[in-house]
């Protein structure tokens, strides 16, 4: 796919690549520039992909012992 560089210095994302990457109006995308190359990395995470991202806990905790550390953590 291919893309023009307007005189203001903006290109439009084809619409195959803003639904490969699910970008909507408002999303906003990093630009890493190496070795005579541009990369477009999108800065929105669908929430599902957040996911595993932290290790399971070692024992699963009550709500009394979750509201209690949020408690604790509010107080410090």
Avoid: Y
Wanted: a positive charge; one cysteine or more; charged letters at 20%.
């Amino acid at each position: 796919m291919t893309a023009t560089l307007t005189t203001k210095g903006q290109i439009t994302i084809p619409a195959a690549v803003r639904r490969q990457l699910s970008l909507h109006v408002g999303d906003q995308v990093a630009f890493v520039v190496a070795d005579n190359r541009a990369e477009m990395i999108p800065l929105c995470r669908p929430v599902a992909s957040l996911k595993s991202i932290l290790p399971k806990p070692k024992r699963r905790l009550s709500l009394a012992e979750m509201d209690a550390a949020i408690s604790q953590g509010a107080s410090s």
